[in-house]
């Protein structure tokens, strides 16, 4: 179902995911992105620096709110920004539930944009990632 | 203990020199691997037919896979912190990135502060990277900020 800018009330919650990462996932992001620091798939090495074990990138959370972005938006909306602000470690093993709201929406253009509130949380319901997005969407014809 | 005036000063002479630029060609291989590791099944990113319907009329990669595009570091000539830790990151594009693009990274230092947290000093670091495809067409401008703590 695709979500056309007309459609959009301020205010409105977007239909939240949950992703339940594993160490295994954490391997297949670090080859999938290039990001091989130890932090995210060697235990001691993690500990080694501080942290309790190995933890979720923070681009991978972010991967995670730009999918609930455009499976909401649907396929022929246009991301334009976002923005992610890690204020917490997460761990693998744990659910993570990603959310967000409409805050705003304005025609630029003759486009249609609409901004959006974004986070993350544990299963202690802390907002460990903060987030802000814009996207554009299709205007009815 | 703070971070030394030293390291502080060396960092901040490092602002705004660029990195070297480096080219990628875009691979749908690429893009199919990353959005499974993310586990988004969206097939506009995957399933050409499907792509072709949409407003792109192809394939295109998901926003963040531009962070697979590694852009030569400007080497930073400082040493801080036992553990690097990813702050934030903020994407702001201009057009999509399709396969057979090539797209062009290139990273500067942007900003350095030096802050006492809770645990301890922190260095923080922010860069931005901006990336230019075949026509050299802006795409996208990506900010970092990397916490250097001990």
Redo the contacts between chains.
């Keep these: 179902m695709a979500t056309t800018f007309e459609a959009v009330e301020v205010g409105q919650e977007l239909p939240r995911i949950t992703?339940e990462p594993t160490t295994q996932?954490l391997v297949?992001?670090a080859?999938?992105?290039?990001?091989f620091?130890q932090?995210h798939y060697d235990k001691d090495f993690a500990q080694r620096?501080?942290?309790p074990g190995v933890i979720i990138?923070?681009?991978?959370k972010?991967?995670?709110l730009?999918?609930l972005?455009?499976?909401w938006a649907g396929?022929?909306a246009?991301?334009?920004?976002?923005?992610?602000?890690?204020r917490g470690?997460d761990v693998p093993g744990q659910p993570y539930v990603l959310t967000g709201r409409v805050t705003g929406k304005r025609a630029e253009d003759g486009r249609g944009l609409v901004d959006l509130e974004i986070w993350g949380e544990n299963q202690d319901r802390q907002q460990t990632t903060l987030g802000s997005a814009t996207v554009e969407l299709?205007l009815r014809r | 203990m703070p971070v030394p005036e030293e390291v502080l000063a060396a960092a901040r002479a490092a602002i705004g020199v660029r990195g070297q630029a480096v080219s990628h060609r875009i691979e749908l291989g690429?893009i199919r691997?990353?959005v499974?590791?993310?586990?988004?099944s969206?097939?506009?990113y995957t399933d050409a037919e499907?792509?072709r319907t949409?407003?792109?009329g192809g394939i295109i990669a998901?926003?963040?896979f531009l962070?697979?595009l590694?852009a030569g570091g400007a080497a930073l000539p400082v040493r801080f912190g036992?553990?690097?830790?990813?702050?934030?990151?903020?994407?702001?594009?201009f057009r999509?990135v399709r396969p057979g693009d090539v797209i062009t990274a290139q990273s500067q230092l942007a900003d350095v502060r030096a802050v006492d947290g809770r645990s301890g000093a922190m260095l923080i670091l922010t860069s931005e990277i901006r990336y230019t495809n075949q026509d050299d067409e802006l795409v996208a401008i990506g900010r970092s900020?990397g916490i250097r703590?001990e």
């Design positions: 992703k996932q297949k992001y080859g999938a992105s290039g990001d620091y932090i620096s501080g942290l990138h923070g681009l991978l972010a991967g995670w730009a999918e972005v455009t499976t396929p022929d246009f991301v334009r920004k976002i923005a992610a602000s890690y470690i299709p | 690429a691997r990353f499974e590791a993310i586990g988004d969206n097939p506009l499907f792509a949409t407003r792109f998901p926003p963040t962070c697979t590694h036992r553990v690097t830790l990813n702050g934030g990151n903020e994407y702001e594009w999509p900020t703590r």
